[in-house]
Nanobody
């Protein structure tokens, strides 16, 4: 499966963006798809995951502001980001895993990382 992240851009604080993770060469609902982000000078961190069965998980940093969803017809996972803050500025990546749900926040279990899409939150 190849994954391609898109939808990033420049947005003011308090604004919204929707990121897309489009899959090709496989069926996205067969996997857990995770979103991670990496800010300049920082390690890549977990943001959200959508499990093959429909479970969702978020880092506390984005709970209540971000929503992860999946469109099976489009073979795409989305990350709706609302109430964006400057600290959300990062390159956002999506990747897939088949690891048990209890470990979906762990980057090492993910494969087929997409290229990443830049999100910049600034006035």
């Amino acid at each position: 499966v190849q994954l391609q992240a898109s939808g990033g851009g420049l947005v003011q604080p308090g604004g919204s963006l929707r990121l897309s993770c489009a899959a090709s060469g496989g069926i996205v609902r067969s996997y857990t798809i995770g979103w991670f982000r990496q800010a300049p000078g920082k390690e890549r961190e977990f943001v959200a995951a959508f499990g093959w069965s429909g479970n969702t998980k978020y880092t506390d940093l984005v709970k209540g502001r971000f929503t992860i969803s999946r469109d099976n017809a489009k073979n795409t996972v989305y990350l709706q980001m609302n109430s964006l803050k400057p600290e959300d500025t990062a390159v956002y990546y999506c990747a897939k895993t088949t690891v048990v749900w209890g470990r979906v926040t762990e980057e090492n279990f993910y494969r087929d990382w997409g290229q990443g899409t830049q999100v910049t939150v600034s006035s």
